[in-house]
């Protein structure tokens, strides 16, 4: 079965320290690879996406993710976070053996960077 | 321009009612999508709609049923609500409904089950 795994339940760190966080996802075939954060109170949003091309993709407010074909993985880094990155973080795959929009989601992330 | 929205914000049923709810896709997309939020826990594929017709189910009971519009819009309806149905209702739509497409998500339908 397909599936989506997000190895960290909760990451808690102090402004300015480095964040990765992992994905693995189990899929034949082509993928289509996301990440979406949901900060306190707010919609999910997109972060970044890979369709094809570079395996280093860059998002918005400093994010990037790195998609290793290989490995099964599209994990999330941001150099230096800061207090206002505190927010939930969702890995998502679309593909494999469905040609729709289905979005298969990992069980997220809780980041909360501390002043 | 909007973004997707979503009636109502918060819901309150009791166990064995039906409930409703609506999703407005952003103007020019055709496909809606809908999603299950339990806390803790990722969104869980629902239903995807594209042109009115449905293109795909995840695993969730018959009690579960959707629909899309002429203008695209949709409603979600859950029938017999249990308890464990408490959770909240995210509405995503995209330009199509290919894999190879984003989705935007609404701000959800928090549902409460009494």
């Known amino acids: 079965a397909q599936s989506v795994s997000q190895h960290n339940h909760h990451v808690i760190l102090s402004e300015a320290a480095s964040l990765e966080l992992g994905c693995n996802y189990s899929y034949g075939g082509t993928v289509n690879l996301f990440w979406y954060v949901q900060y306190p109170g707010q919609h999910l949003q997109l972060l970044l996406k890979?369709?094809?091309?570079?395996?280093l993709v860059k998002g918005i407010k400093g994010f990037e993710a790195e998609f290793i074909k290989s490995k099964f993985s599209f994990n999330l880094r941001k150099p230096s976070v800061q207090w206002s990155d505190t927010a939930e973080y969702f890995c998502a795959v679309t593909g494999g053996t469905d040609s729709w929009g289905k979005l298969q989601f990992g069980a997220g992330t809780q980041v909360v960077v501390t002043p | 321009d909007a973004g997707v929205t979503q009636s109502p914000t918060h819901l309150i049923k009791t166990r064995g009612q039906h409930v409703t709810l609506r999703c407005s896709p952003i103007s020019g997309h055709k496909s809606v999508s809908w999603y299950q939020q339990v806390l803790g826990q990722g969104p869980q594929f629902i239903f995807q709609y594209y042109e009115k017709e449905e293109r795909g189910r995840g695993n969730f009971p018959d009690r579960f049923s959707a629909r899309q519009f002429p203008n695209y819009s949709s409603e979600l309806n859950v029938n017999a609500l249990l308890l464990g149905d408490s959770a909240l209702y995210l509405c995503?739509?995209?330009?199509?409904?290919?894999?190879?497409?984003?989705?935007?998500f609404g701000p959800g339908t928090r549902l409460t089950v009494t």
């Open positions: 995503a739509s995209s330009p199509a409904g290919a894999a190879s497409y984003e989705q935007y």
């Open positions: 890979y369709f094809s091309g570079d395996p």
